[in-house]
């Protein structure tokens, strides 16, 4: 079974921070790893997703297959980046996204 | 174009009562999923159509929810006797293909069993 977990559920920094939101999963397989994100009073929305290797908003994720992990970073945090951020899974079998519980990321002034 | 669309936005409904909630996706789009997120969780899968059918409705906690897409577009998720535990935010999503791995997803519909 796939299964993902964001062991933080809140992280507080101050703007100009480094951000890290942590991102483990089990699966046995090959699996799609993505980033969605949900503002305030805004619907879900994927951020980003490993096998593009891009940078969104400044954020980037590597897939590290050794540690299982899907880690979300960003060198400088802004107040904007204040949201809910999910890490899921896609297995090659479903491609059903499988969700973590989230992390509350609050960025103060 | 609009995105996905679910309604009601809010339903509340005493115990017991039957409820259907509403899914419109984005327009040729074939995938959809519905999942139901409770209060400081994910959301967890319930039911995934590609097209007209159920491809996997594994997700479904039990045989009092029950979800349809006649014609491959606008999907319903039923639930009979409904129950407190069932009070959560019901999402849908859609893709455009199958194995399409971005999801569009709808403001949800937030159901209170009272």
């Known amino acids: 079974a796939q299964r993902v977990t964001q062991p933080e559920k809140l992280l507080s920094v101050f703007k100009g921070a480094p951000v890290e939101l942590k991102c483990n999963y089990s699966?046995?397989?090959?699996?799609?790893l993505f980033w969605y994100v949900q503002y305030s009073r805004q619907r879900l929305q994927l951020l980003l997703r490993?096998?593009s290797r891009e940078s969104i908003k400044g954020f980037t994720a590597d897939l590290n297959k050794g540690e299982t992990s899907f880690h979300l970073k960003k060198p400088f945090a802004q107040e904007e980046d204040s949201a809910m951020y999910y890490c899921?899974?896609?297995?090659?079998?479903?491609?059903?996204?499988?969700f973590g519980r989230g992390t509350s990321l609050i960025v103060h002034p | 174009g609009a995105g996905v669309s679910q309604t009601p936005s809010n339903k509340v409904t005493e115990k017991g009562k039957y409820v259907e909630l509403r899914c419109d996706p984005i327009?040729?789009?074939?995938?959809l999923y519905w999942y139901r997120q409770s209060l400081g969780q994910g959301p967890e899968f319930l039911i995934y159509?590609?097209?007209?059918?159920?491809?996997?409705d594994s997700g479904l906690p039990n045989d009092r929810f029950f979800a349809v897409r006649p014609e491959g577009s606008v999907s319903t998720l039923k639930i009979q006797r409904t129950e407190r535990g069932d009070s959560a935010v019901y999402l849908c999503?859609?893709?455009?293909?199958?194995?399409?791995?971005?999801?569009?997803f709808g403001q949800g519909t937030r159901l209170t069993v009272v």
């Open positions: 899921a899974l896609s297995s090659g079998g479903s491609y059903i996204p499988t």
């Open positions: 699966y046995s397989g090959s699996p799609e």
């Open positions: 159509f590609q097209g007209t059918g159920a491809a996997d």
């Open positions: 490993h096998i």
């Open positions: 999503a859609s893709s455009l293909k199958p194995r399409d791995t971005e999801a569009f």
């Open positions: 327009s040729g789009h074939t995938a």
